[in-house]
């Protein structure tokens, strides 16, 4: 069994910042606990705009505070983000996260990630990143 907390994993190096200061994310299951998947608490910075494809991985967006918004860049859709809201990108849909309050988002990861990611040039991320042990 696993149980760890959401602080635990923040004092723990699982927090990773994002280079372009759009968001926060704390790791709390990753690739080498071998569940199959990755989850994290995530959160997107007040007034953040970005692009993002996640070409190796697909993702499930579960919204817990905060409005915004993500668009499908497939056909121009904005879908609206408020806590309750699910959005899963199953087709590695490429789209832009706007926030317009802080979003705080529980996300899960399939393959797993590793530990510290962060996006690259196209928004993804890369599948042989470094491990957080």
């Not at 609206?80 to 802080?102: Q, W």
Request: proline share 5%.
């Amino acid at each position: 069994m696993i149980v760890r907390t959401l602080q635990q994993c923040e004092q723990e190096g699982r927090r990773i910042v994002s280079p372009d200061g759009n968001w926060e994310s704390t790791r709390l299951l990753l690739k080498n606990d071998q569940m199959g998947f990755s989850f994290h608490v995530t959160t997107i910075y007040a007034g953040a705009d970005f692009q993002m494809h996640y070409q190796n991985h697909l993702e499930s967006v579960y919204c817990i505070s905060g409005e915004g918004e993500v668009e499908s860049l497939d056909d121009g859709t904005p879908h609206p983000i408020k806590p309750g809201t699910l959005y899963v990108l199953d087709k590695h849909d490429k789209h832009i996260l706007r926030a317009f309050s802080e979003l705080k988002l529980a996300c899960v990861f399939n393959p797993p990630l590793n530990g510290k990611e962060v996006h690259n040039s196209d928004g993804a991320y890369e599948l042989s990143a470094e491990e957080i042990i």
